[in-house]
């Protein structure tokens, strides 16, 4: 089975799933244990019982990266069809060979402050350019999130990078068209920049 990395479509679902399973799976370990103690000893005070207490801190904190995960909202079926089909040639990292520019995609960004969520569609990157899609999203949520990706670019040292995000799918792929006929060549590492972006999502 194939494993979504972090960055590829159907992330946030694959993740949900996943972190309910292993949630599960370590109180049931838990349990197991404290109970296979009392059954032996007939007595909460043994040793497994302290086993077990110490293994739900890792249960613990298995659940809350579940709450965190099963919040996150990933890209839209409909939102991906939509980018899907804006560029004939997919937008797995488009490479034209004849220009030499390249533009970098992500998926399923959820990237998380202190203020707010920014539950980030798509995204990609090209040259200074980072451009992304936050589905039904105000005014207001698109500028803090510009703001908030630009913060982080810049702590990593990447300067002058012009971050814009769109609400509306179609306005957004109509962006994405235009950035294969900009000159990109001369721009910042858009594997690092990319990077930083799945490094501030969950």
């Known amino acids: 089975m194939h494993r979504i990395n972090k960055g590829e479509y159907g992330y946030i679902a694959a993740r949900k799933k996943m972190t309910v399973i292993r949630t599960v799976v370590f109180f049931a370990l838990c349990a197991a244990v404290f109970a296979a103690g009392y059954i032996t000893t007939g007595s909460r005070n043994n040793l497994l019982t302290i086993v077990a207490v110490l293994g739900c801190l890792p249960a613990s904190k298995s659940l809350v990266n579940t709450i965190m995960f099963m919040r996150a909202k990933g890209c839209s079926p409909s939102a991906h069809d939509t980018i899907i089909s804006a560029y004939t040639g997919g937008w797995d990292d488009i490479q034209d060979e004849t220009v030499g520019k390249k533009i970098l995609q992500a998926y399923d960004l959820y990237m998380t402050s202190y203020k707010t969520n920014y539950p980030v569609s798509h995204i990609t990157v090209c040259g200074s350019m980072v451009t992304g899609l936050l589905e039904n999203a105000g005014a207001d949520t698109m500028r803090e999130c510009e ?56």
């Open 147 to 202: 703001k908030h990706i630009d913060e982080h670019l810049k702590a990593d040292g990447y300067k002058n990078i012009t971050v814009k995000i769109y609400s509306d799918p179609v306005k957004y792929t109509e962006r994405l068209n235009k950035l294969s006929e900009l000159d990109t060549d001369s721009g910042p590492s858009a594997d690092g920049m990319m990077e930083t972006l799945k490094a501030i999502s969950l």
